[in-house]
């Protein structure tokens, strides 16, 4: 982002906050503890660095800035911001069926599609296909399956419980 700050003035202070619905001063995200160390502020401009986001990330954002000679100035909207977790689904043209298709479902844009695909927690395969297919299906293949964007610092995997019935 950028910002215009008053003429002959220096920028003394600068930061983000995410905007609560209740009344009360925005609380700094490079001092609020659900934050502590996620959070990189860019300067000399306003850019905002989030790591390792949360789904409990989702909400508006906003940066504001002082100066010697002005209180606290905010920029007019704040960002949106939506996190979704990864979903694995069962394909359900092959439910039920001696093939299996499991897809890692999510609505950001990522590129390169790369992604791990574990059982049980443990690794199966990194591919870049959004899918895995299960072949010949048995009873040794239930389990619970997940999947992760490959080189990502996810510290929980989305999980899919499947189950086959012969």
């Known amino acids: 982002c950028t ?9 003394t202070q600068r930061e983000w906050y995410r905007v609560q619905s209740s009344e009360g001063e925005p609380q700094d995200l490079s001092k609020d503890p659900q934050y502590s160390g ?5 300067t000399p401009d306003c850019a905002l660095t989030v790591k390792n986001v949360r789904v409990s990330d989702s909400g508006v954002y906003n940066f504001r800035f002082k100066t010697q000679s002005s209180d606290w100035t905010s920029a007019p909207s704040g960002v949106h911001l939506t996190v979704t977790d990864l979903q694995v689904k069962v394909d359900p043209n092959t439910e039920g069926q001696r093939e299996v298709k499991l897809t890692c479902s999510f609505t950001c844009s990522l590129s390169p599609y790369n992604f791990s695909w574990y059982k049980n927690g443990q690794k199966l395969k990194t591919t870049n296909d959004i899918f895995i297919v299960l072949d010949s299906t048995s009873l040794q293949d239930e389990g619970s399956y997940s999947c992760r964007v490959y080189e990502s610092e ?13």
């Open 38 to 42: 996620r959070v990189i502020i860019w």
């Open 3 to 11: 910002f215009t700050k008053p003429d002959h003035s220096n920028v």
């Open 154 to 166: 996810r510290r929980s995997f989305p999980v899919c419980e499947c189950g086959f019935n012969f």
